[in-house]
């Protein structure tokens, strides 16, 4: 997918922390974003009348992004939003994708976006669940960079990457974006604690190998497979075979995982476990 130009709509500027993601992938250059003033006062109007914002800090806002992105600003005809075939309420946004020679239009209003209406002029619509999703498989970590400094910037109240991560499934529905980052950051820190508890407090499993039964995850490992298993009906949440890790974990995954890496770790100090 060639992400050099892209059309923000303004449903996912105002939404929070989406518009914050997406702006600063494209502080990070990972795309390069385009908007029409149309857009961006659509997107303040949202601001206001959802109560996330006063009038006044809606404009500063806006003028943020405008002083942040100074070349990123469309100027759209009306002769040729007249020409557009999409609903009428968003045929702005199709010009301007055209004038910005964008290839993408990144919206949760799929249905305002019609193949139909876009294929003419090379331009695909995508959930920014779907464009998300491809920035970060091309950009794991930078990406993941993106979401570090979201967090650092939020001191009231302070966010840990996790918590990010869970209000972006659940408050903007990126649930893919959400379990790729999620995995990336997290599946190598429930593997080691894992591994830690099938060496110190782990029992000879019937199968061979080692395993330990929790009350929410099974733990097993038998050379260098390793498998952990959630015992909620979901099955495995991560496989480590032939030096591949794969799985799918949860925002509770990893809050359960932490409390038992908190645990261990005091059971072993207590009874003075060697490491």
Same mark, same amino acid.
């Given at each position: 997918?060639?992400?050099?130009?892209?059309?923000?709509?303004?449903?996912?500027?105002? $939404?929070?922390?989406?518009?914050?993601?997406?702006?600063?992938?494209?502080?990070?250059?990972?795309?390069?974003?385009?908007?029409?003033? +149309?857009?961006?006062?659509?997107?303040?109007?949202?601001?206001?009348?959802?109560?996330?914002?006063?009038?006044? @800090? =809606?404009?500063? *806002?806006?003028?943020? %992004?405008? @002083?942040?992105?100074?070349?990123?600003?469309?100027?759209?005809?009306?002769?040729?939003?007249?020409?557009?075939?999409?609903?009428?309420?968003?045929?702005?946004?199709?010009?301007?994708?055209?004038?910005?020679?964008?290839?993408?239009?990144?919206?949760?209003?799929?249905?305002?976006? $019609?193949?139909?209406?876009?294929?003419?002029?090379?331009?695909?619509?995508?959930?920014?669940?779907?464009?998300?999703? +491809?920035?970060?498989?091309?950009? $794991?970590?930078?990406?993941?960079?993106?979401?570090?400094?979201?967090? +650092?910037?939020?001191?009231? $109240?302070?966010?840990?990457?996790?918590?990010?991560?869970?209000?972006?499934?659940?408050?903007?529905?990126?649930?893919?974006? =959400?379990?790729?980052?999620?995995?990336?950051?997290?599946?190598?820190?429930?593997?080691?604690?894992? @591994?830690?508890?099938?060496?110190?407090?782990?029992?000879?499993?019937?199968?061979?190998?080692?395993?330990?039964?929790?009350?929410?995850?099974?733990?097993?490992?038998?050379?260098?497979?390793?498998? %952990?298993? =959630?015992?909620?009906?979901?099955? +495995?949440?991560?496989?480590?075979?032939?030096?591949?890790?794969?799985?799918?974990?949860?925002?509770?995954?990893?809050?359960? *995982?932490?409390?038992?890496?908190?645990?261990?770790?005091?059971?072993?100090?207590?009874?003075?476990?060697?490491?």
């Amino acid at each position: 997918m060639d992400v050099s130009s892209v059309v923000l709509d303004s449903c996912v500027i105002f $939404p929070m922390p989406l518009c914050d993601t997406l702006l600063r992938a494209a502080e990070a250059e990972l795309y390069s974003v385009r908007f029409s003033r +149309e857009i961006l006062d659509g997107a303040t109007r949202n601001l206001v009348k959802k109560e996330i914002m006063t009038e006044i @800090k =809606a404009a500063r *806002f806006q003028a943020m %992004i405008e @002083k942040t992105f100074p070349e990123s600003i469309v100027e759209v005809p009306a002769s040729l939003v007249e020409a557009m075939t999409n609903h009428p309420g968003d045929r702005h946004v199709v010009a301007a994708a055209i004038l910005a020679n964008a290839k993408v239009i990144v919206t949760d209003n799929l249905k305002h976006f $019609p193949k139909e209406a876009l294929e003419p002029y090379g331009i695909e619509a995508q959930h920014p669940d779907v464009f998300l999703s +491809e920035l970060f498989d091309n950009n $794991p970590e930078s990406m993941l960079q993106v979401i570090r400094q979201q967090v +650092e910037a939020l001191k009231n $109240p302070p966010y840990t990457i996790a918590e990010i991560i869970e209000k972006l499934e659940k408050n903007n529905r990126v649930h893919e974006f =959400a379990s790729k980052v999620r995995f990336y950051e997290y599946c190598n820190f429930l593997t080691e604690t894992a @591994k830690k508890a099938l060496r110190k407090i782990g029992q000879p499993a019937p199968e061979g190998g080692r395993c330990y039964e929790g009350e929410r995850y099974r733990l097993w490992m038998k050379g260098q497979t390793l498998i %952990i298993t =959630a015992k909620d009906g979901r099955g +495995e949440v991560i496989r480590v075979q032939n030096d591949e890790i794969e799985g799918d974990i949860s925002s509770e995954d990893v809050k359960l *995982f932490q409390k038992f890496a908190q645990r261990l770790e005091q059971e072993l100090t207590t009874n003075k476990v060697d490491e």
